[in-house]
């Protein structure tokens, strides 16, 4: 009876594999979800197949394939598990660590020969082995998740993986501290005892790893998109969709704490010209090279837009109409000292600026509309000058 429900049990994680291996195969191509990761992730689940599959051709006799071979080919699979993780957070790669730990354990592993006999040896070795790699897969998904989600979220995606890891490692120790477990815990020979408890254990790890994989590729094309839908395609700073957005959250903390909050708009001077001049790639170069250059010099606290074709808007929260206004001089001191380097030489830029700060009974578009006209009277007064909002 525990004989065949442990066969049932095994074909459910070999199949759990194979389903897993092909679904990432298939977000590689055709459905193009994280190609890089995906592939990594399918090639994972049928590496770990495979070793189980080795696995199962176990017996009394000594065979190097069935043991170190499976326990390598599993290995490679973990190892593989963390080059995708690495792929879709864009991590340093950490492969050569990881065949490092696979090559030593090997190495180690042919000291003894591998049978039944010597089974407590290897399945220790495998789990020390295992235990590192989920401790580096669960670090790899702290930094990737660190990015995007909070601490609270983080530290409970990240939890699951810290307990594979710590047991593989408990289990590394039950086996040094008493090698009778052996069989009853760290076998999956093809005995009548194969154990129940360590197949559905398999079973959880499997599932565990692959949803939250799945869940990560998810969270990383949702961050993508999101990030594409507020960000200027050619300057790569933030676009008019997302300043509504920003602008609506800083009034309503001013509307909350009377935190006050400033606007500084900016318009290109004589633009058209650029562009006829030099044509309009020439131009465009002018306003991404532009738009990087202020980026830069701006504090963290300001958010900095496109705000439509040569024209530009820094958000101050928290920042008076002085310190606005100083803020106008930097960026206006900055553009003058600066030339766009082009295919066809240096470029001169200047600009006009409006400054406005929010005031009692002042909604958000009132604002934009007072920066407006101070960055037109800028523009009367001769361009390359600030004006502030009466
Ligand atoms: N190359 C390029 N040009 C753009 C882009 N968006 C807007 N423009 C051009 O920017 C120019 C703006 O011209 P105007 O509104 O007349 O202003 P200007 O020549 O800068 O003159 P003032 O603002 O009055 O100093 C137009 O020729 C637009 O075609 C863009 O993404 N790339």
Redesign the pocket.
Known sequence: MEYDSANTLMQVVCLLLAFAAVSWAIMVRPMRIAPKASLRFSIANACVLAGMLLYTQRSADVSYLYWIGADVTILLGVSCLRSGAQALYHLPSSLHIDLSIIAITALLMSLVPPSAASGAYHVCLLSVSCAVLFYGFARDHYFGFKETLTSFATYWLVVPLVLISLLFLSRAILLIVDTSHLSSIATLDASPQRPVLVLWVYIVFILVVNILAVGNSINKLVTKILSMANVDA?TGVYNRNYLHHKLNKVHRQWLQHQSQYSVLLF???????I?DTYG?GI??EV?KQTAQRISQSLYSDDFFFRFG??EFLVLMPNTSVDQAHSLAQRCKAILNDFSVATAQGAIKVSA?FGVASISQGMSSEQLLSHADKAMYQA?HAG?DCIRSAA
């Open positions: 050619l318009d290109l001077d004589h633009f058209k010209q562009n309009h131009g465009d306003l074709g040569e006009s523009k361009r």
